[in-house]
T-cell receptor, first 115, second 114 residues
């Protein structure tokens, strides 16, 4: 149980284009989902927290107009990287929390490369 | 005060040995302390977690030891195997609120030599 999927697993896009990453909780309902960014050999950096049906809360320094987050249902959250640039290349990982529990279950991650 | 300090940065252990990773925190509002295991190119997987009302929790070869007064907690991997080679992250989450954000440590790269 507690499986989280992400799609796509890898994406290559050209500079200036937008990319959408989907995060789904497959066997539970997630009232809260989180989006992280991870640089090589570094820890996870929380970008934003999203609650179903409400606006995402972004961490300090994260541009909300660049990283659009939508949590339209209890099983789906999306992250759209708008007008992507090479410096946005990174490993993006989502996590989901069942109900009001403490546990967070992570997706397999999406490797974004912007050329 | 929101930081979680993790050590060592990297660790080499012989097969069958005990791997020990330590974390320390300052915020007394932290109420939940999970450990995650991450393989290269994959998302972190929840390994084991503890709440501060107990001093130790064991699941198979993995044990968390928790010292509330010292504000420290550690992960012990008994009978370490080459398949345990991965990056391990400790984390902490504060009390209350609907979001309960996880604050992650910097990670420990474990290599178990056969």
């Amino acid at each position: 149980g507690a499986v989280v999927s992400q799609h796509p697993s890898r994406v290559i896009c050209k500079s200036g284009t937008s990319v959408k990453i989907e995060c789904r909780s497959l066997d539970f309902q997630a009232t809260t989902m989180f989006w992280y960014r991870q640089f090589p050999k570094k820890s996870l950096m929380l970008m934003a927290t999203s609650n179903e049906g409400s606006k995402a809360t972004y961490e300090q320094g994260v541009e909300k107009d660049k990283f659009l987050i939508n949590h339209a249902s209890l099983t789906l959250s999306t992250l759209t990287v708008t007008s992507a640039h090479p410096e946005d290349s990174s490993f993006y990982i989502c996590s989901a929390r069942p109900g009001l529990t403490y546990e967070q279950y992570f997706g397999p991650g999406t490797r974004l490369t912007v050329t | 005060q929101q930081q979680v300090k993790q050590s060592p940065q990297s660790l080499i252990v012989q097969k069958g040995g005990i791997s020990i990773i330590n974390c320390a925190y300052e915020n007394t509002a932290f109420d939940y302390f999970p450990w995650y295991q991450q393989f290269p190119g994959k998302g972190p997987a929840l390994l084991i977690a503890i709440r501060p009302d107990v001093s130790e929790k064991k699941e198979g070869r993995f044990t968390i030891s928790f010292n509330k007064s010292a504000k420290q907690f550690s992960l012990h991997i008994m009978d370490s195997q080459p398949g345990d080679s991965a990056t391990y992250f400790c984390a902490a989450s504060p009390l209350g609120g609907a979001t309960n954000k996880l604050i992650f440590g910097t990670g420990t790269l474990l290599a178990v030599q056969p």
